[in-house]
């Protein structure tokens, strides 16, 4: 029984110290993440806006393969939302809103995921004029994991593993729209 008792101990304080690392630990990550397009500003800001076109170049749109998609008001557009569900591979269920547009300099839309977890990540895209045919775009993703939960955050830097993904994603973009040149 003592030996019991010494793995309750160990167990217990592991809790504790975990549960006191937590009050101390960070609560919020950002992601910021930027790249040059060689397109002028308006064009690049005309794309981005839609968010169907972000399954043009996002890297998620690929772990999914039998999706059913249900959108709700006309894209472009602040309140235009697109659900998503899938049933097959890695089960997912959730929605994309546009939640803000300001005409040619930032586009704002919130990820809610609504299974197997739920989880809401507010983002956000700029666009800045760097010369007649120079823009750059900054995708910035936030997102704040409430007391206890944020102690993940000590075992796995969300922020390096999405900025890379937003990253990639960014290339993608770049890609397609100076690819329209050929």
């Not at 990550?29 to 169907?52: H, Q, T």
């Not at 076109?53 to 059913?68: A, E, P, R």
């Not at 409430?146 to 390096?160: C, E, H, Q, R, S």
Request: hydrophobic share 40%; glycine share 6%.
């Amino acid at each position: 029984m003592t030996k019991l008792k010494k793995v309750a101990a160990t167990l217990i304080t592991s809790i504790i110290i975990l549960l006191v690392v937590a009050l101390f630990t960070t609560k919020k990550y950002d992601v910021v993440r930027s790249i040059v397009i060689n397109k002028p500003k308006a064009e690049v800001f005309n794309y981005i806006k839609y968010l169907e076109n972000q399954n043009n170049f996002i890297i998620w749109k690929d772990l999914t393969s039998d999706t059913t998609w249900v959108r709700k008001g006309k894209d472009g557009e602040v309140g235009y939302t697109s659900f998503w569900k899938n049933n097959t591979g890695v089960k997912t269920e959730g929605e994309k809103e546009i939640t803000r547009i300001d005409q040619g300099e930032r586009f704002d839309f919130e990820l809610r995921f609504l299974y197997p977890f739920d989880l809401v990540i507010s983002s956000h895209m700029t666009t800045e004029s760097l010369g007649a045919n120079k823009t750059k775009v900054t995708w910035t993703t936030n997102k704040e994991l409430p007391y206890p939960k944020n102690i993940i955050l000590v075992f796995y830097d969300y922020g390096a593993r999405l900025g890379n993904d937003v990253l990639k994603g960014l290339n993608n973009l770049k890609v397609i729209l100076e690819d329209t040149d050929k």
